[in-house]
């Protein structure tokens, strides 16, 4: 079975706080040159949520113009309501994106039939649909069946899944589920399982080393020390301060999220000196 590496990319910033399109284009070419057969456009890591609608079109317009038939490009078009969702997929298929993703609604708390229907209209717009399962993030855990359930919608080609809960990760991709680790601290246990591949927060930084560990399974811990330093506060406060070191990126949020701690900086620090070779 081939596996697949896909970078949740940042959104970088200027001074002004308003999109860096040229640290962007870099961000990209980085990404391509590197291996990643996949970027996911405004998703959390990218700050998503505290983009406008028209500022992530214009993301997917541009990673359309650089990226198209280099690298797959995958859209986080998702939200709380179902309207906006499918109406911002079907924007993204008219700018040439090759698939979507959207996670569970979240604050609304929906039901899991909800879910369903959230989903399923959304897979009529006709792109390729991630789900994106993270209980953390949405305040909604769904059980294994609605999720087997949710994979089962025509056109859906794959769930990200960040619950944290291996006994569900390995029910999901024995049931055949198209599984993808969104959780880079748990993926090396996730790809033993038999996942189809990785939704990364470290591919930002080490694309080339993260490839060689989905390809071959086996974690190198210099990888799991850069992993575990990657989510000691929310993300991508620590990944867009990684990223920043490189100088791919300025030191620019959205708030409310802003730079690591001094602790937190020092460790990731710490962490990026035994991958250098491959961040740089």
Not at 118 to 144: D, W
Not at 167 to 192: N, R
Not at 207 to 230: C, G, I, N
Request: hydrophobic share 40%; net charge negative.
């Amino acid at each position: 079975m081939q596996v697949h590496t896909i970078t949740a990319l940042i959104t970088p910033f200027d001074e002004r706080g308003e999109i860096d399109f040229q640290a962007l284009d870099q961000l990209i070419q980085f990404q391509i040159d590197r291996k990643t057969e996949g970027l996911v456009l405004c998703g959390s890591t990218g700050e998503g949520c505290l983009l406008t609608r028209e500022e992530k079109l214009s993301v997917f317009h541009r990673a359309v113009e650089l990226g198209k038939g280099e690298i797959q490009l995958i859209a986080n078009i998702g939200g709380c309501c179902t309207r906006k969702s499918v109406d911002l997929a079907k924007d993204a298929e008219n700018l040439g994106v090759d698939a979507c993703i959207a996670t569970v609604p979240y604050y609304v708390k929906p039901t899991e039939q909800g879910c369903f229907i959230h989903f399923s209209e959304i897979a009529k717009v006709g792109l390729p649909l991630f789900v994106y399962h993270h209980p953390g993030r949405t305040g909604t855990k769904l059980s294994f069946e609605a999720l087997a359930r949710i994979a089962e919608i025509p056109g859906v080609v794959g769930l990200k899944e960040a619950s944290g809960d291996l006994k569900l990760a390995e029910q999901l991709i024995q049931k055949g589920v198209p599984f993808f680790s969104g959780e880079d601290v748990l993926c090396q246990h996730h790809l033993q399982l038999g996942a189809q591949g990785s939704i990364s927060i470290t591919g930002n930084v080490a694309p080339d080393l993260w490839w060689e560990f989905v390809k071959s399974k086996e974690m190198d811990s210099r990888l799991q020390k850069l992993s575990e330093a990657l989510v000691l506060e929310t993300n991508p406060q620590c990944i867009k301060y990684a990223v920043s070191l490189s100088g791919r990126c300025k030191l620019q949020y959205r708030l409310p999220l802003m730079a690591p701690t001094e602790e937190s900086q020092l460790k990731i620090r710490e962490a990026l000196l035994t991958v250098e070779s491959a961040w740089r």
